[in-house]
């Protein structure tokens, strides 16, 4: 479209967003603030770099497809992220994996795992202006195969898992220290059965002690936070997870935590976005995961569909969506990845974008009269709004392509870089 044209579209989409008090200049200013946490395991299919096996193995987690051109070494997914971000209108964060430090070549177990295999990543930070977080390693590793990590019965392993919790804190708050913003560190495990569980109440006792070991130090709010997700099933624990989101809750709230809520990790028809209002009343902040089950949890590449639109709108309606740490986390191997993430990404921003151009000042002045007709025919009406003129206005003045360049841009990046990989 003619530059004149999209400027055009604009304008007129301001006007009609104006005729429901909709200021859309400053639903604008309020989207440049959201940043999200770019995922780096979707350039390699959740391989990791630690020199101990190339493929995710168990854990609760699989990637399907073996679509060509994944990353195979740190170079190349920093490559890959490189050009995912300038296909992102905004300023945005990339989340790390323990299992993804530069080892050099080497073969460093996870409880040896420090600060210093990071360092090479704070520098392509700061060369990139992108803002780290982290999460520790629990899954595929021999120590975990039996499905149990931080809550194993076996005082080795679990001490081998304690301490590797302990540095990849550790390597968070050297993050959040030469970045001078947090880094989030997230904690999640996979550990549960696969079938009938006689001792519930033991496995979790024996998680929150460890937690508490974990925790031990204390590290400045201004470097690190600490985040701990939950789940209701994964592969091999569906009959029990012993960090159900009841654990973690009770847990987080007496401990000063944050929640993690993964739009995966719940009952298909349950819905995180309704979540978010009671969370707030207990909770400073929270960190989100957005993901997309199919079924079950699933990890399918993240849409701008009905749940990451009611999230968004959820966020912007409790007034909490700056405390809210917005993090992606899906692995599609059958995709080009580049577009996976773009896909994703946009969505996301595109999910925000609608909320803030929600016209929730009359939405409620009708719910508090009690008109409910009226309440619903607008949101209706919402839906068909011209948001795409006012994204597409969004991601030109942030240098970033709108969405008909999209696919000829991945298109020849993987032409030119991953065709090259085969």
């Known amino acids: 479209m003619p530059k004149q044209s999209a400027e055009k579209a604009f304008e007129q989409a301001k006007e009609r967003y104006a005729d429901y008090g909709v ?25 990791g770099f630690e020199n101990q096996d190339s493929a995710l193995h168990g854990g609760g987690t699989a990637v399907t497809g073996n679509y060509f051109g994944k990353a195979r070494n740190l170079a190349e997914m920093r490559a890959d992220l490189e050009k995912v971000f300038s296909l992102m209108p905004g300023s945005h964060r990339l989340a790390l994996h323990a299992i ?82 947090p880094c989030i560190h997230n904690i ?44 209701l099933f994964g592969l091999g624990s569906e009959a029990y997870t012993v960090g159900s989101h009841e654990f973690y809750y009770g847990y987080a709230l007496t401990r000063g935590k944050m929640l993690c809520y993964d739009m995966g990790h719940f009952h298909p028809t349950e819905s995180v976005a309704d979540k978010i209002s009671s969370a707030f009343l207990y909770f400073e902040e929270m960190l989100l995961h957005i993901s997309r089950p199919v079924r ?41 990845r580049i577009g996976a993430y773009t896909i994703g990404s946009r969505g996301v921003l595109k999910g925000m974008l609608a909320a803030f151009l929600e016209p929730l000042k009359k939405l409620r002045e009708y719910e508090e009269k009690g008109n409910r007709f009226a309440r619903l025919a607008l949101m209706e009406e919402f839906k068909t709004l011209p948001l795409g003129a006012v994204w597409d206005y969004y991601c030109e003045s942030m240098k970033a392509p709108v969405d008909r360049d999209i696919i000829k841009n991945i298109l020849a990046y993987e032409q030119d870089v991953c065709r090259r990989r085969v």
Request: glycine residues 6%.
């Open 100 to 181: 993804y430090g530069d080892f050099g070549g080497k073969s460093v177990d996870r409880d040896q795992v420090s600060p210093e295999h990071f360092a090479s990543w704070i520098s392509w930070a700061k060369k990139n202006k992108v803002q780290l977080d982290s999460n520790s390693t629990s899954f595929s590793h021999p120590k975990s195969d039996d499905g149990f990590s931080l809550a194993s019965r076996d005082k080795k392993k679990r001490q081998f898992w304690i301490e590797q919790h302990k540095r990849s804190r550790e390597i968070a708050a050297a993050l959040g220290q030469a970045q001078k913003t």
């Open 296 to 336: 079950w949890d699933s990890d399918h590449v993240t849409i701008f569909n009905d749940d990451v639109r009611y999230l968004c709108e959820e966020l912007v309606r409790t007034g909490k969506w700056d405390k809210a740490w917005m993090g992606l986390d899906f692995f599609d191997g059958t995709m080009n």
């Open 188 to 231: 999640w495990i996979h550990d549960g059965d696969k079938d009938l569980t006689a001792d519930r109440y033991g496995y979790r006792k024996i998680l929150k002690d460890a937690l508490d070991e974990v925790f031990t130090v204390e590290y400045p709010k201004d470097r690190m936070r600490d985040a701990l997700e939950c789940k």
């Open 23 to 47: 200021d859309v200049e400053n639903a604008i200013r309020q989207l440049k603030k959201v940043s999200l946490s770019v995922h780096c395991w979707q350039t390699d299919d959740v391989a």
